[in-house]
């Protein structure tokens, strides 16, 4: 499966654990790595960079924050391991101006990991259109 930013995935699926939707937040670079970041419940997050309404995507049941002390940089080996396991299942993808504001809360968040802040940062500096 080629992965894309703003396409999301619950994980982990497991007996003993709640899945959480995922955002893809960047797309992949030449080597299939990108930034992956959680949503979780509003009620008692540390971190409320950026909230998302109940019905800004279909999963979200309630109020849901960006969890970025979560964020991470993964590959597509990875996920794709994840998927097929069934450890992982892709959901429907996030709008295109959801997508923005998670990317842009990656550097607003003081709990951003630096590595992760970083490579956001270089993703969107390479992203931007080059001008003459």
């Known amino acids: 499966m080629a992965f894309c930013a703003g396409q999301t995935f619950l994980y982990p699926l497991s007996e003993n654990k709640i899945a959480h939707l995922w955002v893809i937040a ?31 995507h279909p ?8 969890c970025y002390g979560l964020a991470e940089i993964t590959g597509s080996e990875k996920l794709q391991g994840f998927l ?18 998670i990317v842009s809360g990656f550097t607003a968040s ?8 970083d490579f956001v940062r270089d993703y969107r500096a390479e992203s931007k259109p ?3």
């Open 26 to 56: 960047t797309e992949p670079n030449i080597d299939g790595v990108f930034a992956v970041v959680s949503l979780t419940s509003l009620r008692q997050a540390q971190d409320q960079t950026v909230i998302l309404r109940k019905d800004e």
């Open 59 to 66: 999963f979200l049941k309630h109020d849901t924050c960006v």
């Open 84 to 101: 097929d396991t069934g450890l992982a299942k892709p959901h429907r993808d996030i709008e295109a101006s959801i997508l923005a504001e």
């Open 110 to 117: 003081d709990y951003t990991k630096n590595r992760v802040r």
């Open 130 to 132: 080059q001008t003459a």
